[in-house]
């Protein structure tokens, strides 16, 4: 179900026992309590920072355009809140009884130390083969405080089952994962440690797997999730494989649990991501670090909702919220609106400048350098310059200029050469 969680019972380890973090920093990078105390700023004094999830995250690596979602997601902000603010609510998301029923369908695939879910993996990845017993597999405690205590105990957790060679289930482990230069956690629903030292990414989704397919939508969204996670286990996988001498490999190859046609009996299926994973990694990549795009930001500039004493009610004018969420650039796309809270005030304003965008990234790609719809049209109504005489800014040459000049053509062709049919005068008469 991909929930985050903000932390869990303190753990009684002491802190010499955790993994050391052995990443540095870029060179030139602004240094982390800088860089966090222009995020709060940005954020709102006394504002939590609004954790991500893997959904935000693979959202976010398939549009690394916009700036404005990239800074938003780094410094935490509560999009869903600001596009309330803004007038513009998001209109998605689960119902409570899809998420109690989601909740209820976990819990039975992991009853009994991971019986049934252990029994499906085998299925899977192999068939014939014998699961292990349940007292054979380990569950460790990944209790720990915040979010950087739980991936610290993960991925102690993990270093200790693939040295132990044994198998092991790790029911919401903590991941990091840095995006855009800010570090972000995710948690998958499970990990599941093989005797071989290999790990394999579970993902428990609610909606059917009837006749043994699912809706192509859904298990490409559950794909990209897998895909984040298994990006932030690779570097949990190295620093395993460098500290145990055993090989380690994070498997390319998901787990998906559903609930079997319209009952609410757990089936499977193995997912491929490599090609999302490649995407992702890519895509995140691509995004420029959140520090950079503060600082072209004006000073003053802050999404602060100035919420009331009852922490729900936005005081702060909606103009003032516009200014400042306007003050960063954004790459509009219809696909938006499944992913993004703000999609519907980035929409109104890309429809109000008559921005190609808002009709899709195909669109755009094929009108080339024309950026408004009134551009479009003139250039479409504009006749073909006579030898002589300057062409306009798009040249003569243009594909786009040309295509669209061929198409307003034919359509003028059509409509002139339509005929009106002839009312009729008489009906036949029913028999």
Not at 208 to 234: C, F, H, N, T, W
Not at 284 to 313: C, K, M, N
Not at 361 to 372: D, F
């Amino acid at each position: 179900m991909n929930v985050s969680r903000d932390s869990r019972p303190a753990s009684a380890a002491s802190p010499g026992e955790l993994p050391a973090p052995t990443a540095s920093p870029p060179q030139g990078a602004v240094p982390a309590g800088v860089r966090s105390v222009r995020l709060t700023e940005l954020r709102g004094a006394g504002v939590r920072p609004r954790p991500l999830d893997a959904r935000a995250l693979a959202a976010l690596a398939a549009n690394p355009g916009c700036r404005r979602r990239a800074l938003l997601d780094g410094a935490g902000v509560d999009k869903a809140a600001l596009a309330r603010a803004l007038g513009a609510p998001a209109a998605y998301g689960q119902s409570q009884f899809a998420i109690m029923r989601g909740h209820a369908f976990e819990a039975r695939v992991k009853a009994d130390g991971g019986t049934e879910l252990l029994r499906l993996l085998h299925e899977r990845l192999a068939p014939g083969s014998e699961p292990p017993a349940p007292d054979a597999v380990a569950t460790p405690d990944l209790s720990a405080a915040g979010p950087e205590g739980r991936a610290a105990r993960t991925a102690l957790a993990l270093r200790a089952a693939t040295e132990a060679g044994d198998w092991a289930l790790l029911d919401h482990p903590m991941l990091a994962v840095e995006v855009a230069g800010s570090p972000a956690y995710v948690e998958p629903d499970a990990v599941v440690v093989h005797p071989d030292g290999s790990w394999t990414v579970v993902e428990i989704k609610s909606f059917p797997m009837i006749d043994g397919s699912a809706d192509a939508a859904k298990v490409g969204a559950a794909a990209r999730q897998a895909a984040v996670y298994v990006l932030a286990l690779e570097p949990v996988a190295g620093h395993v494989a460098a500290r145990t001498g055993r090989t380690v490999r994070v498997r390319d190859r998901a787990l998906l649990v559903c609930p079997k046609d319209f009952s609410n009996l757990p089936t499977a299926a193995v997912v491929d991501v490599r090609k999302q994973l490649a995407t992702t990694r890519r895509q995140l990549a691509r995004l420029t670090r959140v520090e950079e795009i503060a600082a072209a930001l004006p000073a003053d500039t802050t999404f602060d909702l100035r919420l009331a004493d009852d922490g729900r009610t936005a005081t702060r004018p909606a103009e003032e919220l516009a200014e400042a969420v306007e003050a960063v650039d954004a790459a509009y796309a219809p696909e938006c609106l499944a992913a993004c809270e703000l999609a519907f005030h980035c929409r109104t304003r890309s429809r109000q400048q008559g921005a190609v965008e808002a009709l899709g990234r195909g669109v755009r790609g094929e009108l080339g350098g024309l950026r408004t719809v009134e551009e479009v049209l003139a250039a479409a109504a504009e006749p073909a310059a006579a030898p002589g005489e300057p062409e306009g800014p798009e040249g003569p040459d243009d594909p786009a200029v040309l295509a669209l000049r061929r198409a307003a053509a034919l359509r003028a062709e059509a409509l002139a050469g339509a005929a009106v049919p002839p009312p009729r005068t008489e009906e036949p008469g029913c028999h």
